[in-house]
């Protein structure tokens, strides 16, 4: 994005709306800057009502992700969906074999990002049947903030809405767009293949009937 560009949303940030003249950085010219306003016009993140131009939805979205600062999009933590499904006649939990970075090649139960506008619950359920195939009615069991670090280095950040589920309908979706799934034991799975906190998610799903939250600071090399 133009530096102009970026002046022009962060002055619009700051109030319900300008005027022209008002937007227009001094020294920049009036035809130069139009083209710039248009840009942002057309790209859907300004509006002009009548002599007043104002940040769009789609604006106000973007105000909403950037330093007020720099006007530069801050790397924020995922919100996502944890799911956890069991069968009744074996115990076994519903696993997946991370098909991609980061953890490829790790185990651990299903997750997925929240879309905007969905609600928590829709989203659970949305995902449990993209990625596996199945269906099942879901009951929310808490909060998990996991940060995971590869020594000094931070690999991700995530708060999980857990979810879980018992005998889920349905064919098994064995290949789907985040790995293998397949019905498995964790503890014959050995440590050092799980997705960072796995195990602890397990736990508290296992043992805590009240909704919990918890919050884990982990190192991909812990077993």
């Keep these: 994005m133009h530096e102009i560009q970026r002046g022009a949303l962060k002055y619009l940030t700051l109030g319900r709306g300008s005027r022209f003249s008002d937007v227009k950085p001094r020294g920049v010219e009036s035809n130069r800057f139009m083209y710039h306003l248009r840009t942002l016009i057309n790209d859907g993140l ?3 009502s009548g002599t007043l131009y104002k940040l769009t939805t789609k604006g106000k979205n973007l105000a909403d992700r950037v330093s007020i600062g720099s006007f530069e999009e801050r790397i924020q933590p995922k919100i996502v969906t944890l799911i956890v499904c069991t069968r009744d006649d074996d115990g076994s939990y519903l696993l997946y074999r991370r098909g991609k970075q980061p953890f490829l090649g790790k185990i651990g ?3 997925g990002k929240i879309h905007m506008g969905e609600r928590v619950l829709e989203a659970a359920e949305r995902e449990l049947k ?3 195939g199945l269906r099942a009615d879901l009951t929310y069991r808490g909060d998990v903030y996991i940060t995971v670090h590869d020594e000094e280095e931070l690999v991700t950040q995530m708060l999980c809405h ?3 589920g018992v005998n889920p309908a349905g064919v098994l979706t064995k ?3 985040i790995g293998e799934c397949f ?6 799975i050995p440590k050092e293949d799980d997705i960072p906190g796995v195990r602890q998610v397990l736990k508290l799903v296992t043992s805590s009937e009240k909704p919990f939250f918890k919050e884990y600071f982990l190192d ?4």
């Design 109 to 111: 139960f299903p997750y």
């Design 162 to 164: 857990i979810f879980s």
């Design 130 to 132: 993209e990625k596996t």
């Design 175 to 177: 290949n789907s767009s």
């Design 183 to 188: 019905w498995g034991l964790l503890e014959r």
């Design 220 to 223: 991909v090399h812990e077993g």
């Design 46 to 48: 300004v509006k002009k």
